[in-house]
């Protein structure tokens, strides 16, 4: 065998030293003038030997730094071989090379990562579990591929090669930045991360972006996996396609899963979760951020793993078991979604390849001063390739019928919490973050594309024109935009005494004079109950049962006003303390009657929207609505109409009619659009502990009295802190309809001519199951 030449020393020696980019241009087999050379890397080894395909078994001979060599003279084709090593222990292994392999990676897959348009970029970047036939037989194991455009060379390292990044060196796929490599043997469970030889000549280590299983935190390393998950919910995705969210019910459920009921794993909340959301009543879960992240408290919000289920809780298909679940009960899934910021670890995103990558290289655009984190390079288009595919990769991998995507303010305003000095304007001279902009667009527009039936909601605190506007108007593209001004408004409305409401009565309406500028969701979530802020119980003045009184008209008065309806966990049932994300919530708290009854409370309002086209298919659009009296402030009340139809034609309507007085209204009289009969669909009053007497299922005739700009009205009993809802008789569930009755109350009790009160305040509303109860101490694992 001819002494390989210097060029060739010099490319072994620099493969020895994991300085090459293309390591399988001189390892594996390769064609030369004097036949096929088959050149290894096996350090430390004793003896090589090259068995080929043929049966042909020839000695390697050592050439430089553990590089081994043989060559078959006279061979004009590459062979199938198998690698015979001999170390200190005296015995010969049988091993696979992986230089020995093709890419598997395609040209047109590197096309479409360069241009940053590669929709589905977790099915070839990350790991990948593979099987390849042969003349030796079939060869299983794991490609791995990642983008570091700025690494002179990348080693993946796992339990597999002892941490050592000589052995498995990816090869540079060109101008991509993409490395790749495929790796006999390897397969699911193992752990893995790259070792990445920077710019300046150093190293460091790091998990997988694309990584879509994780070791459990604290531990960091990515995990090969493989899904075999069946999926049972083609009824609930058929149907999905077929429907516009944006015009349905949706009354969401804000659930943080570590501590809905604490040390609960994915198989165990698909079974408890699902069957109490379903008792609720609920259309939709929103789950606060399920993707990898390192620190608990940060609830989720500070992603390391973008493409990987948080393993607290099982693995990636028993995630997948959760939403199929659901589904399966008829109720939908909306994920958090952070493409804001990501946290500075070092194993992770940050500077991943030596250089600022995923993040912006200034740090007057890449540094997010509030939460001490990174800021992604929004204009590069890899960048927007991996969040785009991210977004995808849970509608489509997961099932996921809708993202809520965090902190979009911080995204569309380049000197968000910066002062002057700390951010650099746009191209224009302007303050808006068009990079920002253009990927809330691509995301939006990508993803209503893909996943007909689905719905990104924005949490966007400004007051930023065309959030819920589609991108061919110009408008970002979200389907919904959290009302963060109603929110504000209405708990601010709330924390006055009784007595003072009546000077702050335009914190209820006001929100009407915008309502209809996007498609709002009315958010009471998980920020509104931490952070020294309490418990919703806590935001009200007054002594325990007021405050309950208060609250549960207060929601009643959200799920009739105009936009969708979203609440954090524990607030169905007044949870009294402020929310801690690291133990269960306060369950005991339902076996009092007040706090139980406030469950069912929402159960019952849960049932009367879903059932009701009034209270959700025009929340967009203002024919939807109507005020009755909007302007009696003294008495801290308010009324209005709800319409199902545009043309208001029909009886597709609900009155509406709001207390938050420190005393009983008395006998009100108020305006109907219709003659008839209309039925007492709810009364908050009749929730509380002392079971009062409640006016469901009374029934009024209306009468030919012209009031509030309305042909007919009709006089109740309204008492203080309390919220009624009515609708014809035609539109109501309840069956036959007796005489009709006038509603009168005198000194606290129903008048005789009136339906008899609901026993023990409506405990359990009719039409609903009771919502069970919740698991035992040692059900919930709480040891843990």
Known sequence: MAAPSTETIRALTAVAEVRHANPHSVLGNHVEADGLHVRVLR???????????????????????????????????????????????????????????????????????????????????????????????????????VWAPNAKAVGVIGDFNGWNDQQHQLRSMGSTGVWEIFVPGVGVGDNYKYSIRTPGGGRVQKADPMARRTEVPPATSSVVTQSSYAWGDEEWMTARARRNPHTGPMSVY?????????????????????????????????????????????????????????????????????????????????????????????????????????????????????????VFDFGRTEVRNFLVANALYWLEEFHADGLRVDAVASMLYLDYSREDGQWVANQYGGRENLEAIGLLQEFNATSYKRSPGIVTIAEESTAWPGVTKTTDAGGLGFGLKWNMGWMNDT????????????????????????????????????????????AMLAKIPGEHDEKLATLRAYYAYM??????????????????????????LDWWLTDHAAHYRMRDLIAQLNVIYRDHEALWALDSDPAGFEWLNADDNQANTLSFLRYGDPDHAGDEVMAVLVSFGGSDRGRVRFGLPRA?????????????????????????????????????????????????????????????????????????????????????????PEGVEPVGEIPSAGERRSDR
């Open 254 to 374: 804000e659930v943080h899963l570590g501590s809905w009921v604490e040390g609960l794993s994915y198989l165990e909340l698909a079974d408890q979760l699902t069957e109490y959301v379903t008792r609720m009543g609920f259309t939709h879960v929103e789950f606060m951020p399920v993707m990898e992240h390192p620190y608990a408290p940060s609830w989720g919000y500070q992603v390391t793993g973008y493409y990987a289920p948080t393993s607290r809780f099982g693995t990636p298909d028993e995630f997948r078991h959760l939403v199929d679940r659901l589904h399966q009960a008829g109720i939908g899934v909306i994920l958090d979604w952070v493409p804001a910021h990501f946290p500075k670890d070092e194993w992770a995103l940050a500077r991943f390849d030596g250089e600022a990558l995923y993040e912006h290289p200034d740090p007057r655009r890449g540094d997010q001063p509030d939460w001490g984190t990174h």
């Open 43 to 145: 350090p430390y080894a004793v003896s090589v030997r090259i068995r080929f395909e043929d049966g042909v078994e020839l000695d390697a001979v050592h050439v430089i730094k553990g590089v081994w060599e043989a060559v078959r003279e006279g061979q004009g084709a590459t062979m199938d071989y198998r690698v015979l090593v001999t170390w200190d222990d005296g015995f010969e292994h049988v091993q696979d090379d992986p230089y020995r392999f093709a890419p598997t990676i395609g040209e047109l897959d590197l096309h479409l990562i360069g241009e940053g348009r590669h929709e589905q970029l977790w099915q070839v970047l990350g790991s990948h579990v593979r099987t390849f036939d042969g003349p030796l037989g079939q060869v299983h194991g794991t490609s791995f591929a």
């Open 491 to 534: 708990l601010r409305f709330l924390a006055e005494d009784p007595i003072n409401r009546q000077y702050h009565h335009n914190m209820l309406t006001f929100a009407l004079l915008y309502a209809y500028s996007e498609n709002y969701m009315l958010p009471i979530s998980h920020d509104e109950v931490v952070h020294g802020k309490g």
């Open 676 to 764: 008839g009969q209309w039925r007492v669909l709810l009364d908050t009053s009749g929730y509380d502990r002392y079971g009062s007497p409640s006016q469901a299922d009374v029934v009024l005739t209306a009468e030919e009295i012209p009031w509030d700009r309305q042909p007919y009205s009709a006089e109740l009993y309204l008492p203080r802190m309390t919220a009624i809802y009515l609708a014809p008789v035609s539109q109501t569930e309840h069956g036959h309809v007796g005489d009709s009755h006038t509603a009168s109350r005198g000194s606290g009790a129903l008048g005789s001519d009136s339906v008899a009160a609901n026993p023990a305040g409506m405990t359990v």
């Open 559 to 584: 799920w009739a006003h105009p936009g969708k309806q979203l609440l954090f966990m524990g607030q169905e049932f007044a949870q009294t303390a402020e929310w801690n994300a690291e133990r269960s």
